[in-house]
């Protein structure tokens, strides 16, 4: 069993105050750790998870591929089944133009592809992203992000980036001929859940086509049913010229994926060849889950019943006066409290109460919610209860 030392001593931290459960198993909306005790994962694993732990159809169709073969042979040389029934699959579920998929390994990687792919369609170098985004951690993502504490150690990043308001009409003017790409969470997770509205959508697509610069929606949190429907962009009908998918999409497994159009994704073959390589993109096993993943929303999910759930865990939380304020769309949360310090502390005694929530990197006066979308009615209110009784007994 691994000990709490040794996963300090061995395993590379990213922070110094770990959750440090102890997990042995993991099924629907609960994880278990080793001491018998039983937790709500009203997280998903960070919006990961948004079909329940472990869906008896993901791993049934992982259990599948792993009997047949693992790994073979680098992203795009070898014809195999799973990896083109789920890109075949994805792009049926999508606008027409948005057609070819590459799978790739993670969020991140998405959008550093989709950076490139759009400096590589326009032969443009400035990119344009806005202030409250999160892309990422590796450099070309986190040039794009806008937490510049975050930044400040590693830099110099990349050059040529530029950030713009939020859902500011007036910004759209920084859009012009020099732009290569412009790339927005259609709903900023960090940030606190801030939606763009439609009509900030519309303009931006509008301004985009005037000027030929490239729109990327990067809906690796917002996407995969998060916010009430499959994709996020389906609210406002804007459809972007490159789509980037992570996190959810591979059902419990590390994937990524850059959607565009055929046209745009033959350039990553030529001038030069291999324009984006990976070694493990398209892994069949992960392609496996990825399909099945696909295969439960379309055929099991309700998002008619999500937003009901949504709308009522908002309604039953709200009546504590302590919540200041709340941004919901779907099953994505934030709930503002008067403090950083208030907010910990709500965290920290719901985790006691076998709740798991968490707050946001950029946004420490909100904790967030973002429980897997086919959680019950009979759940919702069991963990509105655990998060009410938490708020008043840390007064």
């Known amino acids: 069993m691994a000990s709490q030392e040794d996963f300090l001593q061995y395993q590379a931290p990213t922070n110094p105050h770990p959750y440090l459960l102890n997990v042995e198993k993991a099924e629907g909306l609960y994880i278990y750790t080793t001491d018998g005790k039983r937790y709500m994962d009203m997280i998903a694993g960070v919006s990961v998870n948004n079909i329940g732990h472990r869906h008896p159809k993901v791993v049934d169709a992982i259990k599948c591929q792993v009997d047949q073969y693992l790994h073979v042979m680098v992203y795009g040389e070898f014809i195999q089944e799973a990896p083109v029934a789920f890109s075949k699959k994805l792009a049926s579920m999508l606008p027409a133009s948005l057609n070819c998929v590459y799978s790739v390994n993670s969020g991140t990687e998405a959008n550093e592809a989709a950076l490139k792919l759009a400096k590589r369609i326009t032969g443009r170098s400035q990119l344009l992203a806005f202030k409250g985004s999160y892309h990422g951690n590796t450099h070309g993502s986190l040039s794009v992000s806008a937490n510049e504490s975050k930044k400040i150690p590693f830099k110099p990043l990349l050059p040529d980036v530029h950030f713009l308001e939020h859902n500011d009409m007036a910004a759209l003017q920084y859009i012009t001929e020099k732009t290569a790409g412009v790339i927005l969470e259609t709903v900023q997770g960090d940030a606190g859940v801030r939606v763009s509205s439609p009509e900030f959508l519309h303009a931006l697509r509008q301004r985009c ?187």
């Not at 809906?219 to 490159?242: L, N, W, Y």
């Not at 910990?344 to 709740?355: F, N, P, S």
């Open 209 to 395: 086509n005037e000027v030929g610069a490239q729109l990327i929606f990067d809906e690796i949190q917002c996407g995969m049913g998060r916010t009430g429907k499959m994709f996020a962009f389906e609210h406002s009908g804007v459809v972007p010229d490159i789509l980037t998918l992570g996190k959810a999409l591979g059902g419990g497994l590390p994937i990524g994926a850059l959607v565009s159009s055929y046209e745009n994704m033959q350039l990553f073959t030529h001038d030069p060849m291999l324009g984006h390589i990976t070694t493990f993109g398209g892994n069949p096993v992960i392609a496996a889950s990825a399909l099945a993943t696909l295969n439960v929303f379309e055929e099991d999910i309700d998002f008619v019943e999500v937003e009901r759930l949504g709308q009522l865990l908002e309604d039953l939380i709200s009546q504590n006066p302590e919540i200041l304020a709340i941004r919901r769309i779907g099953m994505m949360f934030a709930f503002d409290m008067a403090s950083a310090e208030r907010v910990t502390k709500v965290v920290l005694k719901c985790l006691e109460e076998g709740l798991i929530s968490f707050w946001f990197l950029s946004h420490p006066y909100s904790f967030r919610l973002s429980p897997p979308v086919n959680i019950t009615e009979n759940q919702i209110r069991k963990a509105a209860d655990i998060i009410l009784n938490a708020i008043a007994m840390t007064r």
